[in-house]
Structure formats: C-alpha cells, structure tokens
C-alpha cells in the first residue's frame, strides 16, 4: 500500500453505513485495514448479501481497500484469536451500540490491556453517553435531533433528507477517520492510546458551526428559505432549464453576481434589488424565466467556465464523465465499477485505491499468519471451526 497511512494496521468490526466508511477512507490513505467478519457470512453468503443489499459484494465500492478475517466470535477462541490481532494493531473501529462490545468480551479496557498503544475508535449515532445513547436511530433521525435536517427546504416546505450524507458520513465516518488520525499522532508521542467517541449527532452539530456563528452574529435568520445561502436569495438556488433539467446558481458575491447578469443579458437597473429580500420572489422568477429558455447543456457550455458561479446539476451517472473530473481523475473505474477516486491528494505520498472488496474471511489465513500465528495454528483454528472463509476453509 501506498500513501500517508502506509504501515498502519486498522482492525475493522464489519457492520453497515459510517464506521465502513471511516474505515474506507483510512484505507484509502494505505493502512492496512483488516475487516472482522463474523463466521456465518464467510459461510452464507446470500445472508451477507441480502445484509449489504447488493447482488455482487465485490462491487459495493465503500468495501474496497480491505482485507477480510472471518471469526466465531461467540467462541472464546474465536474472541482470543481477536485479542491476538488487537495485541499487534494500530487501530480498532467498531460500529456497534454502546455496550456491545463489552459483551463480547472486547471492551475498550479488554483491547487495551493487551495493547497499551491502540487507538479504540467507537462510531456510533448518538454518543457512548446520554439519554438516548441506547436507542436505535439513523442518519436522518441524527440530524433533525442535531438542528440539520430543518435547514434543507425552501421557505414553507416541509424539510428534505440529504441522502445519507450529513450524518452517516460526513459528521460520522469522515469524524471518525479524522479523531482515529488525531489519536495516532499523539499515540506516537505519548506510547498510550484512547477511546475515540465518534457521534453522528455530534459530527452533524459539529457541521453546523458556520449557521451557529452567524446566528449569533445577526446575520442568519433561524427560519429556512430566506437566508442568502439556503434557497432563500436568487442567487443561491437551482433552477429549471428547457429541457426539464437544472443548473446550480451560487451567485452570492457581487462581482459573481455582476458577471452572472451580464450573461443572462440582464441589466442591474432593469431587475428588483438584489439587497431587499422582500424583492427576492420577484427577481428569482426574473431568473427562472431566463433559465428556462436554453438547455441545462446550452447554460454549462456559456457560463460553466466563467465567474458567474453556475453549474449544471449533474446525475450520479454523469458526474464521472465531465471533463472537469475527468481530466483531474475525481473518479475511477476498477473491474467495471466507477466510484470516487481516494481523496484528498499527496505530493509525496500519493494514495492510490486498493483492491477489490472481499468476500467475507477471503484473506483469513493470509492475514492470521501475516500478523503473527504460525501456519499450523491457523489450521488448528480452521479445524475447530473458529476461523473461516474462502482462503481458510
């Protein structure tokens, strides 16, 4: 592996949505990252891929980069032979609720008492602690509770869930790397590890900070859709163009703003004030009359590669094919399947993507000798049925 995080060694507890992520993106970075499968999915692979709701798991793209083990974690064995990975590893990610871990006899202090130096990165939706850390949830239960989700609408609408992306993986899994990353570092000069308590709803608060701050300055109203940057203004808002599609307008300074008009063939004199939101409906139906007589491409092509802040709203399935992403390589293809390429980039240490997803336990002897168990133990775990897989079994 190449990149910043060549050398170290994550041991992932497989599970579904930010941890996976989190572990993806160190992954990404070249750490050696070990996902942790339970048995029966090395052994029922129509149980993994119903779980993982892909036909195909070597194609679920947020997989990529690991190595698989796959372990009887309801064996004692199988919970030492865990420990005995612990004992030589970096980093351990779990994505379970609180206190599962510990049940299994894999706790915080358990992992640390065989390695004083491991980074122990807990992500869960709610905390470690609370009232409500014990409850199930989701990304978009983390962010209403976190003031979020009530930002994305238009003025009198009901709110609309971004995706998965606020909670789940921004303010989780891309927390979770950034707090595994920070206790590394100070690992490295202390010689001690930590618990890291990643929290969805306190990575989604953590996103808000912005809203936060201009709030209390007086310069945001805490009503959606008539902020200058939540759809409220003209000139930050989407609009539909003559073919049923839409450009992305981000007009929020005035020279932007300036050359946006001057290529609509618009005139400031001849247009509502752009600084009295009480004129803001009547200046963005000025603007959608415009947009909608070119073609969402026709607007790309005039006003893309200019200062004017606009851009076409593009499909998951055209993003990859722009020249813009195309030529800095945004995304990548492997074996058939296009996803995002690692990010963000080194001059020195460049990342590079790893391989394929495995199915889980593909790598269990590979791994079990690599990080220290002889080749005969290995056989003796696969002869007790506590290790298994493809590679194992």
């Given at each position: 592996m190449t990149g910043p995080l060549a050398g170290v060694r994550v041991l992932e507890m497989a599970g579904l949505g930010p941890a996976p992520f989190g572990a993806m993106l160190l992954a990404d970075m070249g750490a050696d990252v070990v996902r942790v499968d339970r048995l029966s999915r090395a052994t029922t692979g129509g149980d993994y891929e119903k779980s993982r709701q892909a036909a195909d798991p070597r194609r679920y793209?947020?997989?990529?980069?690991?190595?698989?083990?796959?372990?009887?974690?309801?064996?004692?064995?199988?919970?030492?032979?865990?420990?005995?990975?612990?004992?030589?590893?970096?980093?351990?990610?779990?994505?379970?609720?609180?206190?599962?871990?510990?049940?299994?006899?894999?706790?915080?202090?358990?992992?640390?008492?065989?390695?004083?130096r491991l980074v122990y990165a807990r992500m869960t939706g709610w905390g470690q602690d609370g009232p409500l850390a014990h409850t199930a949830g989701h990304d978009i239960t983390y962010i209403a509770l976190a003031g979020a989700l009530n930002n994305f609408r238009r003025h009198g609408e009901r709110p609309v869930p971004p995706l998965s992306l606020v909670g789940d993986f921004g303010g989780g899994g891309m927390l979770l790397a950034f707090g595994v990353v920070c206790a590394l570092l100070e690992a490295r000069a202390s010689g001690h590890g930590q618990v890291v308590d990643a929290a969805m709803v306190d990575g989604t608060a953590l996103l808000t900070t912005l809203f936060h701050g201009m709030l209390a300055q007086g310069r945001w109203r805490d009503e959606p859709g008539?902020?200058?940057?939540?759809?409220?203004?003209?000139?930050?808002?989407?609009?539909?163009?003559?073919?049923?599609?839409?450009?992305?307008?981000?007009?929020?300074?005035?020279?932007?703003?300036?050359?946006?008009?001057?290529?609509?063939?618009?005139?400031?004199?001849?247009?509502?004030?752009?600084?009295?939101?009480?004129?803001?409906?009547?200046?963005?139906?000025?603007?959608?009359?415009?947009?909608?007589?070119?073609?969402?491409?026709?607007?790309?092509?005039?006003?893309?590669?200019?200062?004017?802040?606009?851009?076409?709203?593009?499909?998951?399935?055209?993003?990859?094919?722009?020249?813009?992403?195309?030529e800095r390589g945004t995304f990548i293809e492997r074996d058939g399947v296009v996803q995002p390429a690692p990010a963000p980039r080194f001059s020195r240490t460049?990342?590079?993507?790893?391989?394929?997803?495995?199915?889980?336990?593909?790598?269990?002897?590979?791994?079990?000798?690599?990080?220290?168990?002889?080749?005969?133990?290995?056989?003796r775990l696969v002869d007790a049925g506590v290790v298994g897989g493809t590679a194992a079994g």
């Open positions: 793209a947020m997989d990529r980069g690991r190595r698989s083990v796959a372990l009887d974690l309801k064996n004692p064995a199988g919970i030492e032979t865990l420990l005995t990975l612990v004992a030589t590893a970096d980093v351990l990610v779990e994505g379970f609720r609180p206190g599962v871990m510990e049940r299994l006899g894999l706790g915080p202090e358990v992992c640390l008492a065989r390695n004083p008539t902020n200058f940057a939540d759809t409220g203004a003209p000139y930050y808002e989407v609009y539909e163009t003559a073919d049923g599609r839409y450009v992305a307008v981000g007009a929020l300074e005035g020279p932007f703003y300036n050359e946006l008009i001057n290529l609509l063939g618009l005139s400031a004199d001849e247009l509502p004030s752009r600084d009295d939101p009480t004129q803001w409906p009547a200046l963005k139906e000025r603007f959608a009359a415009v947009f909608r007589t070119r073609t969402r491409d026709e607007w790309a092509d005039l006003l893309l590669a200019t200062d004017s802040c606009v851009a076409p709203v593009l499909s998951f399935t055209e993003a990859p094919q722009h020249p813009h992403l195309a460049p990342a590079e993507l790893g391989a394929v997803p495995p199915l889980p336990g593909e790598q269990t002897s590979e791994v079990l000798t690599g990080w220290g168990f002889a080749p005969e133990e290995v056989a």
